[in-house]
């Protein structure tokens, strides 16, 4: 059984940072691409980075703010979010691609409120 398990999420005041990690557990041989996707109220669930071979890439909005890595030895991915703003207030979910197949996190809430 394959789990991905979010943590790290709470209520930041905008301009203030928040930290993602994200555990995979299971039996998992090797893992090409780890991602993270949110969605908000209302809307539809966005990527927001992924790290694929070495190689990152961020949704415009977030790019200079949020920092995707990796420490391929655990299977985890983390998610550095600094400089929050009100409208990245969603439930951010982590994933992890590897046997034909995308698992998905449970899903952490991150609010941005003063």
């Known amino acids: 059984q394959v789990q991905l398990v979010e943590s790290g999420g709470g209520l930041a005041q905008p301009g203030g940072s928040l930290r993602l990690p994200c555990a995979a557990s299971?039996?998992?041989?090797?893992?090409?691409?780890m991602g993270w996707y949110r969605q908000a109220p209302g809307r539809q669930r966005e990527l927001v980075a992924i790290s694929r071979g070495g190689i990152t890439n961020y949704e415009d909005s977030v790019k200079g703010r949020f920092t995707i890595s990796r420490d391929n030895a655990k299977n985890a991915v983390y998610l550095q979010m600094n400089n929050l703003k009100p409208e990245d207030t969603a439930v951010y979910y982590c994933?992890?691609?590897?046997?034909?197949?995308?698992?998905w996190g449970q899903g952490t809430q991150v609010t941005v409120s003063s």
């Open positions: 994933t992890a691609d590897f046997g034909g197949a995308r698992y």
């Open positions: 299971g039996i998992i041989f090797s893992i090409n691409t």
